[in-house]
């Protein structure tokens, strides 16, 4: 399993930016998976989540603001982010598990500015 992170880049606070993560195999669909972000000197903090089934979990920093979704036919999972603030300025990573394995992507910048 790999994953494949993108769509960061420097956005204004106030703007959005949608993040997308290409899991290559074909167990997809019945994988949990995770953003999370990391910023310098921090941390690495859980954004939010999405079940196999679709459920979501968001931390209370992102909720209300940040969507994650997927879509199965694609291998893709999405995190959508509106209403950007500067402290969300981060490596964001998606995630995922199977059995004892988990995996990372490679990570994709996000800076919010003033």
């Known amino acids: 399993v790999q994953l494949q992170a993108s769509g960061g880049g420097l956005v204004q606070a106030g703007g959005s930016l949608r993040l997308s993560c290409v899991v290559s195999g074909n167990i997809f669909r019945t994988l949990s998976m995770n953003w999370y972000r990391q910023n310098l000197g921090k941390e690495r903090e859980l954004v939010g989540s999405?079940?196999?089934?679709?459920?979501?979990n968001y931390a209370d920093s992102v909720r209300g603001r940040f969507t994650i979704s997927r879509d199965n036919a694609k291998n893709t999972v999405y995190l959508q982010m509106n209403s950007l603030k500067q402290e969300d300025t981060a490596v964001y990573y998606c995630?995922?598990?199977?059995?004892?394995?988990?995996?990372w992507g490679q990570g994709t910048l996000v800076t919010v500015s003033s």
């Open positions: 999405i079940t196999r089934y679709g459920d979501t």
């Open positions: 995630h995922t598990y199977s059995g004892f394995k988990t995996y």
